[in-house]
């Protein structure tokens, strides 16, 4: 008989050979990962918006943000329900039918709620990570000009309360026959 994935967690993975638990592991991905997907709904309407992050790991949340206006912050201002994913890809995997042929991933979501960041220090605080993260070797009053007041004025800066996640990977030997990276042209 057939899940009823209905009733089940929001974090729980089918392929339980693939699902990943070391909190290392889902906190280097967190850390690494350039962008990630930031899924919002309005309306039952879901929109993704694809953009940089950063993750507080003391806080256990994520910070990124937008323009102060327009369909993100909108959403977040109507539904504080989000999804948020990140992946990156590995070999692709060739094999002797189209069926069984596959990628090498890695990947994290993410579920819980957003805010907008109203604190002036917190949304500095995020700023900063997203700086550190990057640009690390830039440095502030060095190399650019701190954030100023009405630079805040013009962003949003979002919190992302993390109450459930999920991590999976699909690795294969070195020596799969046929392994190839996707081409970057």
């Known amino acids: 008989m057939a899940k009823d994935y209905a009733t089940l967690p929001y974090n729980e993975v089918r392929r339980k050979d693939r699902e990943v638990k070391d909190e ?19 309306n039952g309407q879901p929109f993704i918006n694809t953009n940089i992050f950063v993750y507080d790991e003391e806080k256990h949340v994520i910070y990124l943000h937008t323009a102060h206006q327009g369909r993100t912050r909108t959403n977040a201002e109507k539904s504080e329900r ?3 994913s990140i992946s990156e890809i590995g070999r692709f995997l060739p094999a002797k039918t189209a069926k069984t042929m596959s990628v090498e ?3 994290v979501v993410i579920f819980g ?3 907008i960041v109203e ?9 900063a990570l997203l700086m550190k993260k990057y640009f690390p070797h830039l440095k502030v009053g060095q190399d650019y000009q701190d954030v100023t007041l009405e630079d805040l004025g013009q ?5 992302i309360n993390i109450e459930q996640l999920s991590a999976k990977k699909k690795q294969e030997a070195d ?8 081409p970057k042209n």
Do not use: Q
Request: glycine content about 8%; hydrophobic content about 40%; some cysteine.
């Open 24 to 42: 290392a592991w889902i906190y280097e991905k967190l850390h690494k990962i350039p962008f990630g997907s930031f899924s919002t709904v309005y």
């Open 82 to 84: 989000v999804c948020f």
């Open 105 to 107: 991933y890695a990947g």
């Open 113 to 115: 709620t957003v805010s």
């Open 119 to 127: 604190d002036e220090i917190e949304a500095r605080h995020g700023l």
């Open 155 to 159: 962003t949003t800066i979002y919190r």
């Open 175 to 182: 020596d799969f026959p046929g392994a190839f990276f996707y």
